[in-house]
């Protein structure tokens, strides 16, 4: 038994697959780490929704719109309990009959501002834009009567406009129609509260807006607005052209939504963006219409499911994006731990072998936790400071440590500093492939391949067998 356990110790196979072994026990910390990753980034996004609860989240923009509302009225036939006509009935409901701009421009700037919730920094902006367009002259006999030999009344009409968080308003839109002044209420008058658009606010048209309206002639609009919201505005294009131009010193951004920028420049200093989207391409109209309609219980189940049918409102978006989400990079940068310990594990066996050392399995471990500890160090750092000078910090004390440990272990320092330039090597080629996401596989491929191939020139003309052959040592290399 003891000859077989000597025979172990002095076999090469059996010290490879104990590498092996101990590069998957030291998964076990390198999954840790990432679970603990995982839970900041989940926090982070807990505080973005805590701040979204108490202050203002994201804001999709729908409007301006003229809203008509009507009373449509009919006569239906009154039977007897045999079916038996004996009378009419007068019947009645209420309707709106919405106009939307025939054209739209929003002319804005995104001041950004950055809040905090405990260490997590979360990107806001503040909205300063100005929306003109005008609408086209009323036309009564538009508005579609849904039962024969009705008439219709019509009411005063109003200007609709909505944002999906109304406390990120800065104070009161203010809007002039015409020569008109108008002056905005909160809610929408006559929706059902099911109805998404209800939460809006609403303005009369009154004095010259009204005549304007009540003589058919079309009415221009302009409105300035004020508004906060959490790093992402979508706006929805409900005219027959909307049109818009935003701009913002942020230089990060992320342009989404249905619609991309037909033109936008992204520099240092900020991006600057167009938009140009017509009705023909897009049922941002229907899907308003829809959030629209809802009149009580059975026309609120209606409306949800018109809604679900047409899909989410199609919108053009833009993002304040962070420029570094520094729980991401970690994350990509674990992925990428195994494989780093095992290269580190290999150039440790390649010294053992070409100088002639032995190494014990533990100085091996304390080499690949020290690397595995590194992943969670740079995810301390980079909590308080830039990312890439977390990961300078955390890989220079990884390094230096590395390399004092092998200068002992490896008997001089100059090894010890060998070793450390081929560590510090390793940190260099994970940053470039954390920098160049675009191109991570093809750098990650390139490294995996020069590693193995170097592993293979170098080794190409060692005899395995012999070095699993152990020599003992002689009765006087004993007793000294």
């Known amino acids: 038994m003891l000859q077989l356990l000597k025979a172990l110790q002095s076999s090469m196979l059996a010290k490879v697959a104990g590498l092996f072994f101990l590069l998957l026990l030291l998964c076990i910390p390198l999954g840790e780490i990432d679970s603990i990753n995982r839970a900041r980034g989940e926090s982070q996004r807990e505080a973005a929704d805590e701040l979204a609860a108490t202050y203002a989240g994201r804001q999709t923009m729908v409007g301006p719109l003229l809203l008509v509302p009507y009373v449509e009225r009919w006569m239906e036939p009154l039977r007897d309990a045999q079916g038996k006509v004996i009378g009419q009935e007068p019947r009645s409901k209420e309707m709106a009959h919405v106009v939307f701009p025939d054209k739209l421009h929003i002319e804005g700037t995104m001041a950004p501002q950055e809040r905090y919730r405990g260490i997590f920094k979360i ?19 538009a508005v579609p009567h849904s039962e024969s030999d009705s008439s219709i009344e019509f009411k005063a009409p109003f200007i609709a406009f909505n944002v999906s968080d109304l406390r990120g308003l800065d104070g009161s839109p203010a809007m002039t129609v015409g020569s008109e002044t108008l002056r905005f209420k909160q809610r929408v008058p006559g929706l059902a509260d099911g109805a998404w658009f209800a939460d809006g606010i609403h303005a ?52 989404g939504g249905r619609f991309l920028a037909a033109e936008r420049s992204v520099t240092p200093q900020g991006f600057d963006a167009h938009w140009r989207v017509s009705s023909l391409v897009t049922s941002a109209r229907e899907q308003v219409r829809a959030g629209l309609s809802g009149r009580g219980n059975a026309a609120e189940a209606a409306t949800t499911q018109a809604r679900q049918n047409i899909g989410p409102l199609q919108t053009f978006d833009v993002s304040l994006a962070q420029p570094i989400n520094v729980y991401s990079m970690s994350t990509r940068a674990g992925k990428y731990g195994a494989l780093f310990i095992g290269l580190v594990l290999m150039a440790a066996f390649m010294f053992e072998l070409f100088r002639k050392l032995r190494l014990h399995p533990i100085q091996y471990g304390l080499v690949g ?27 220079t004390a990884s390094v230096a440590l590395l390399a004092v440990y ?37 750098l990650g491929a390139l490294l995996i391949f020069g590693m193995l191939a170097t592993l293979m020139l170098v080794t190409r003309k060692v005899d ?11 009765p006087e290399a004993q007793a000294a």
Do not use: C
Not at 371 to 390: G, H, Q, R, T, V
């Open 406 to 442: 092998f200068s002992a272990v490896l008997g001089g320092w100059r090894r010890g500093l060998s070793f450390g330039a081929f560590v510090a090597l390793l940190y260099g080629a994970l940053y470039g492939l954390l920098a160049s996401e675009s191109n991570a596989l093809l």
């Open 464 to 474: 395995w067998y012999a070095l699993s052959r152990r020599v003992e040592p002689a």
């Open 123 to 141: 990107p806001f902006y503040t909205l300063n834009a100005a929306l003109t367009g005008g609408f086209t002259a009323f036309d009564p006999k």
């Open 369 to 395: 936790l020290s690397i595995a500890l590194f992943f969670l160090l740079l995810l301390a750092l980079s909590e308080k400071f830039a990312f890439w000078m977390a990961y300078a910090g955390a890989a």
């Open 204 to 255: 009369p048209l009154t004095g010259a807006a009204l005549s304007a309206w009540q003589a058919s002639t079309p009415i221009a609009f302009e409105m300035k607005l004020g508004l906060v919201g959490q790093d992402t505005l979508s706006i929805a294009p409900i005219a027959e052209e909307t049109t818009a131009h935003l701009t913002s010193p942020w230089a990060h951004p992320s342009f």
